[in-house]
């Protein structure tokens, strides 16, 4: 049985206190909020969320705030192609992201699954990469298509 978001809320606030950060109330509700979307959210739909079960307040610079903390602790992701983000899909299970990932975007339902990359697809990756004397940044590769409930 896949965890609860309670409990990968829960996971979450483990990972980000063994990194020695400092998990707020703000962290942890945005976090909340990722964790119950069905698929990638834009910032401002997490933002009306927030402000309608947490912070009547809250402004966009809280929001981004607390998105860019929680991809920078490796707790969510933002998909570049589509300015969405998501919660790690591997919260829950023990390997991280050393291995690289690949983000498979489906254009029509827009869910967003993390494919583990194997090691022969990523020396392959950065071999490519070296002849053309490109340094990749820290933004996992996004891959759009149909996911299978989909195709
Ligand atoms: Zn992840
Ligand atoms: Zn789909």
């Known amino acids: 049985m896949a965890p609860s978001p309670q409990a990968k809320l829960d996971i979450a606030e483990r990972l980000c206190r063994e990194q020695g950060l400092k998990w707020t109330s703000q962290r942890r509700q945005v976090m909340a909020l990722l964790l119950e979307q069905e698929a990638p959210a834009g910032a401002y739909d997490l933002l009306d969320a927030l402000q ?5 307040g809250a402004k966009p610079p809280t ?3 607390a998105l860019d ?6 707790l969510a992701h933002r998909l570049a192609s589509t300015n969405r983000y998501v ?3 591997h919260l829950a299970c023990d390997h991280g992201h050393e291995a690289g990932t690949l983000f ?16 022969p697809l990523r020396r392959q990756l950065q071999r490519s990469l070296d002849s053309e ?18 195709a």
């Not at 309608?52 to 009547?56: G, I, K, L, M, V």
């Not at 903390?69 to 490796?74: D, E, I, K, Y």
């Not at 004397?133 to 989909?150: K, N, S, V």
């Open 87 to 89: 919660a790690c899909g």
């Open 52 to 56: 309608r079960r947490h912070q009547p």
């Open 63 to 65: 929001i981004y705030r």
């Open 133 to 150: 004397g490109f340094r990749a940044g820290a933004q996992p590769l996004e891959m759009h298509g149909r996911c299978e409930r989909c």
């Open 104 to 119: 498979l975007v489906c254009d029509d339902c827009g869910a967003v699954r993390e494919a583990p990359m194997d090691s």
């Open 69 to 74: 903390f929680l991809v920078s602790a490796g």
